[in-house]
């Protein structure tokens, strides 16, 4: 008896602090980092509040792991590094051909595909981001679309063999790899984001967010403006807000879809809100975007004082030491932002009462048989 009241209090206990799934494709040392992490709340995604890394910290990891592969060419994870390092330098092809290289080394180790079922995913995921990050690079031309084609076939064996890495971020990529090849060819003026995975909102919301968080989708209207019009059908008109200040910010920069000549609709949403909800989301994300900024300025400031001395992360245990962190600004609450795309733990308003009394019944008749026992000892 005794044992199943325990049990019945940890299955309650469980029930109340498991948090929500959350779903976030380069992939490298530093992409099992970012999965330990989690992904950030949404929110804070488009104000820029997630990691990155200055490109003086990708040239050292090159050098470095250049070096390794000339003693260890054997040692696959090592092509990894390399990749997409030099994809972060701005040099899809060279990260091209480390995937080659290791293709080759796959090939010699494992010709069979049975015995290193991670590399054999970590190739096809990099090599074909690395493909469409190389068509982006030419300037995105039609004449160029066979690498994106190849980039998405890469990115389908990928998922073939692990469909829920990165979050599972590859079949939302692989989505919009498809979605860019419609609209390439397409005559209409305004593309429709939410063709991108209107029947699962929720997750494809992640799944674009995690596309900015380990991929190179910070700067991207196509992305972002995918959130915004996902949020927007899923109800969440926050996220959707926010996602528009986002992209204001990034035409006034001088950014453009990646679908050339393309007209954007940007439908406004205020009508979804009341003056003083509009207002308290201004206010926050004035404020959350600077911090933000601010955030990611003095954790590069800080990783390039050392980074200049000859140290780095990948070798340097301590690297970290004596860095202070800065606050986020806290969200506005639930009333503004749902719990789903906030990233924080849930449980459903009309499970709460039942799961909480069921927690406070068991502790009850846990006592009274403790108290029993006792008795009958005595």
């Given at each position: 008896?005794?044992?199943?009241?325990?049990?019945?209090?940890?299955?309650?206990?469980?029930?109340?602090?498991?948090?929500?799934?959350?779903?976030?494709?380069?992939?490298?040392?530093?992409?099992?980092?970012?999965?330990?992490?989690?992904?950030?709340?949404v929110?804070?995604?488009?104000?820029g509040?997630?990691?990155?890394?200055?490109?003086?910290?990708?040239?050292?990891?090159?050098?470095?792991?250049?070096?390794?592969?000339?003693?260890?060419?054997?040692?696959?994870?090592?092509y990894?590094?390399?990749?997409?390092?030099?994809?972060?330098?701005?040099?899809?092809?060279?990260?091209?051909?480390?995937?080659?290289?290791?293709l080759?080394?796959?090939?010699?180790?494992?010709?069979?595909?049975?015995?290193?079922?991670?590399?054999?995913?970590?190739?096809?995921?990099?090599?074909?981001?690395?493909?469409?990050?190389?068509?982006?690079?030419?300037?995105?031309?039609?004449?160029?679309?066979?690498?994106?084609?190849?980039?998405?076939?890469?990115?389908?064996?990928?998922?073939?063999?692990?469909?829920?890495?990165?979050?599972?971020?590859?079949?939302?990529?692989?989505?919009?790899?498809?979605?860019?090849?419609?609209?390439?060819?397409?005559?209409?003026?305004t593309?429709?984001?939410?063709?991108i995975?209107?029947?699962?909102n929720?997750?494809?919301?992640?799944?674009?967010?995690?596309?900015?968080?380990?991929?190179?989708?910070?700067?991207?209207?196509?992305?972002?403006?995918?959130?915004?019009?996902?949020?927007?059908?899923?109800?969440?008109?926050?996220?959707?807000?926010?996602?528009?200040?986002r992209?204001?910010?990034?035409k006034?920069?001088?950014?453009?879809s990646?679908?050339?000549?393309?007209?954007?609709?940007?439908?406004?949403?205020?009508?979804?809100?009341?003056?003083?909800?509009?207002?308290?989301?201004?206010?926050?994300?004035?404020?959350?975007?600077?911090?933000?900024d601010?955030?990611?300025?003095?954790?590069?400031?800080?990783?390039?004082?050392?980074?200049?001395t000859?140290?780095?992360?990948?070798?340097?245990?301590?690297?970290?030491?004596?860095?202070?962190?800065?606050?986020?600004?806290?969200?506005?609450?639930?009333?503004?932002?749902?719990s789903?795309?906030?990233?924080a733990?849930?449980?459903?308003?009309?499970?709460?009462?039942?799961?909480?009394?069921?927690?406070?019944?068991?502790?009850?008749l846990?006592?009274?048989a403790?108290?029993?026992?006792?008795?009958?000892?005595?």
């Amino acid at each position: 008896m005794i044992r199943f009241l325990i049990l019945s209090f940890c299955c309650s206990a469980l029930l109340l602090s498991t948090p929500s799934a959350s779903l976030a494709c380069l992939w490298d040392r530093d992409t099992l980092a970012a999965e330990a992490r989690g992904i950030p709340e949404v929110p804070y995604i488009l104000t820029g509040r997630f990691f990155r890394y200055p490109q003086l910290y990708y040239t050292m990891r090159l050098t470095r792991v250049e070096k390794q592969i000339s003693l260890r060419p054997e040692d696959l994870s090592l092509y990894d590094d390399a990749g997409v390092a030099s994809d972060k330098l701005g040099k899809p092809q060279d990260a091209v051909q480390w995937m080659e290289r290791k293709l080759r080394q796959l090939q010699a180790q494992d010709p069979d595909r049975t015995k290193s079922a991670d590399h054999w995913y970590r190739y096809f995921a990099n090599a074909g981001t690395f493909y469409i990050h190389d068509w982006i690079h030419r300037g995105a031309q039609k004449q160029d679309i066979h690498l994106l084609k190849k980039g998405g076939e890469l990115i389908r064996s990928a998922i073939q063999i692990n469909p829920d890495a990165h979050f599972g971020r590859e079949k939302y990529q692989l989505k919009l790899v498809d979605w860019l090849l419609e609209n390439l060819n397409s005559d209409e003026d305004t593309p429709h984001y939410t063709d991108i995975a209107l029947d699962e909102n929720e997750d494809a919301i992640r799944g674009l967010a995690g596309l900015i968080i380990l991929g190179n989708a910070w700067e991207s209207i196509d992305v972002i403006r995918g959130i915004e019009s996902l949020a927007g059908s899923a109800g969440h008109s926050s996220v959707a807000y926010i996602a528009q200040r986002r992209i204001a910010e990034l035409k006034n920069a001088g950014k453009t879809s990646i679908l050339p000549g393309r007209a954007f609709l940007d439908p406004s949403r205020e009508n979804m809100f009341a003056p003083d909800d509009l207002a308290a989301l201004n206010d926050w994300y004035e404020e959350a975007r600077p911090n933000a900024d601010n955030w990611h300025q003095s954790k590069t400031d800080f990783m390039l004082k050392k980074l200049k001395t000859g140290k780095h992360p990948d070798t340097d245990k301590n690297f970290w030491d004596g860095f202070e962190d800065l606050e986020a600004v806290e969200l506005p609450g639930s009333e503004l932002f749902g719990s789903s795309m906030i990233g924080a733990r849930k449980i459903d308003v009309f499970l709460f009462p039942f799961v909480l009394s069921l927690l406070v019944f068991g502790i009850i008749l846990l006592r009274k048989a403790i108290v029993g026992r006792r008795e009958s000892d005595s």
